[in-house]
T-cell receptor
Framework: DTAVSQTPKYLVTQMGNDKSIKCEQN?????MYWYKQDSKKFLKIMFS???????INETVPNRFSPKSPDKAHLNLHINSLELGDSAVYFC????????????FGPGTRLTVT | AQTVTQSQPEMSVQEAETVTLSCTYD???????LFWYKQPPSRQMILVIR??????QNATENRFSVNFQKAAKSFSLKISDSQLGDTAMYFC???????????FGTGTRLTIIP
């Protein structure tokens, strides 16, 4: 029944490591997103994909690379993790041509030590 | 560029009372959507209510209603008969029609006191 799912929910890793977060949606949406929520709870969009094509790429370090193997999946790979990458990362999806409502996954809390 | 401002970082209210959360936004767009999202301690982002800018009628979802003032670029959320489960961060968000970028405000932490 889960609409937007993310794995893992928690991720603790050391500086310099490479890690991935996976996202899947079963809503039939054509657009998927990655957001970062910092320690002050501020939410900011990082990337957006529409039908596997990158359409939004905010000012994000090159160490972050999204990959969309198909419309239902959008993964986030992070290279050479830094302390400042610690945050909660949310995946979301929507049908951009319709009501613009974005449905969010449960979030992944990433802690870099 | 669009901006969304929530001027109340924290609010608290007694259970069963009514509370209003403020949100203002700045845009040159004429067609857009506004949302209120709730984020309880579980961290899940939950859509509470949405409003299309071209609709003059204020949106209502059970105990939640909005006061949408397009000319003033204001979009406040009213929670009636507040419940303990309403304790959460509340985010106002804006997106122009036909766009994908959702812009969030900084949030209001709402605490319902038993």
């Amino acid at each position: 029944d889960t609409a937007v799912s993310q794995t893992p929910k928690y991720l603790v890793t050391q500086m310099g490591n490479d890690k991935s977060i996976k996202c899947e949606q079963n809503l039939g949406h054509d657009t998927m997103y990655w957001y970062k929520q910092d320690s002050k709870k501020f939410l900011k969009i990082m990337f957006s994909y529409n039908n596997k094509e990158l359409i939004i790429n905010e000012t994000v370090p090159n160490r972050f690379s999204p990959k969309s193997p198909d419309k239902a999946h959008l993964n986030l790979h992070i290279n050479s993790l830094e302390l400042g990458d610690s945050a909660v990362y949310f995946c979301a999806s929507s049908h951009a041509d319709r009501d613009h409502e974005q449905y969010f996954g449960p979030g992944t809390r990433l802690t870099v030590t | 560029a669009q901006t969304v401002t929530q001027s109340q970082p924290e609010m608290s209210v007694q259970e069963a009372e009514t509370v209003t959360l403020s949100c203002t936004y700045d845009t040159s767009e004429n067609n857009y959507y506004l949302f209120w999202y709730k984020q309880p301690p579980s961290r899940q982002m939950i859509l509470v209510i949405r409003q299309e800018a071209y609709k003059q009628q204020n949106a209502t979802e059970n105990r939640f209603s909005v006061n949408f003032q397009k000319a003033a670029k204001s979009f406040s959320l009213k929670i009636s008969d507040s419940q303990l489960g309403d304790t959460a961060m509340y985010f106002c968000a804006f997106i122009p029609r036909g766009h994908e970028k959702l812009t969030f405000g900084t949030g209001t932490r709402l605490t319902i006191i038993p």
